[in-house]
């Protein structure tokens, strides 16, 4: 990989615009467009594993943030908001309750009723 080549790719990975990291890499603004739309294609590898790291780099800063709001926010929606995210982040995110409902063995008055149940219930 060039060294245009690699300035593409970790620009890329901080702006998300092929054209725009193209241009930041040194490549002409005539040609940036379709230069970004091929090295973007060509080093999608490469751009994935370091968009990754970044990822990664940026977590332990994330997870004070979200510590710090948790603990020190003032509003209590924005310390709860933090409590969930850091809930959800840890696996610990409740279950969603669905309700299934098997037509198959109803009959038509039964099916009837229970849609008009459920359509009263959404006004």
Known sequence: ???MQDKFVESYCLTGNATKA???AGYSENSAKQKGYELKNKFANEIAER???LISDMLPGALSQLRFLMEEATSE????GAIKDILDRAGLKPIERTEVTT???MSTEEIQK???ALLSTRH
């Open 1 to 3: 990989m060039s060294v």
């Open 22 to 24: 193209a241009i930041m």
């Open 51 to 53: 968009t990754g790291k």
């Open 77 to 80: 929606s924005v310390r709860l």
């Open 103 to 105: 037509v198959d063995r």
């Open 114 to 116: 229970e849609l008009d």
